[in-house]
């Protein structure tokens, strides 16, 4: 029992002197990251919606930007998500390293700030 109880107070005084900024830093990346990766599902869902030919490289530089403003859980979130996703495409739908490299070029310009209407092609309508 007492050790059970000296347990308990070390873990109280451990939890009370960690760093705050810290835990705060954590918190915000994780938030960051969650809307990331509904920046990336709203960049999806409209690509899917929009159904425009050539529009592809748009959606996936857009979804990037969204998601990298939000900071660097955003960034991460963006990172992973369109990592996998290409790796997926590559190896499942067949679609060619030239379209995943060209993909990846648009994913990387929306992270790195660029702006995602480099890619935007004629005729898409402004709802996107």
């Given at each position: 029992m007492r050790l059970c109880v000296c347990f308990v107070l070390l873990?109280?005084?451990l939890c009370a002197?960690?760093?705050r900024p810290a835990i705060v830093r954590a918190g915000q990346f994780?938030?960051?990251a969650a809307g990331g990766a509904w920046d990336m599902y709203r960049a999806y869902r409209d690509m899917r919606e929009a159904n425009?030919?050539?529009?592809d490289k748009y959606f996936h530089a857009r979804g990037n930007y969204d998601a990298a403003r939000r900071g660097p859980g955003g960034a991460?979130?963006?990172r992973v998500i369109s990592d996998a996703r290409e790796r997926w495409q590559s190896d499942v739908s067949g679609?060619?390293?030239?379209d995943t490299r060209a993909d990846q070029e648009a994913?990387?310009?929306?992270r790195s700030g660029g702006d995602p209407n480099r890619y935007r092609p004629n005729g898409l309508p402004r709802k996107y």
């Open positions: 873990s109280i005084i002197s960690a760093d994780v938030r960051d425009y030919k050539g529009a991460w979130a963006a679609r060619g390293a030239e994913n990387a310009w929306g």
